[in-house]
């Protein structure tokens, strides 16, 4: 998609888990392309989180894009 702005590199997906630890929460950011790729990071970790946090990747909220989007539907 030529309309996606991201964050990290060309990932589209970031995930937030929140582990317990001994000296509190510990929160480890991941970077995905896929959302189905989360899957194989909690399964992979070293422990199941506590909390699981996915938001979109962007630096505009979206709004570059919809407002893309509702240009190509005005021009029909």
Request: aromatic share 4%; hydrophobic share 30%; net charge negative.
């Amino acid at each position: 998609m030529s309309n996606v702005v991201t964050l990290h590199g060309d990932k589209r997906w970031k995930a937030v888990l929140v582990s317990a630890h001994q000296n509190g929460p510990v929160a480890i950011e991941h970077f995905l392309e896929e959302i189905s790729e989360l899957h194989n990071v909690i399964e992979h970790g070293p422990e199941y989180p506590d909390q699981c946090m996915v938001t979109i990747n962007r630096t505009d909220g979206g709004e570059e894009q919809n407002s893309q989007e509702k240009a190509r539907l005005e021009h029909r």
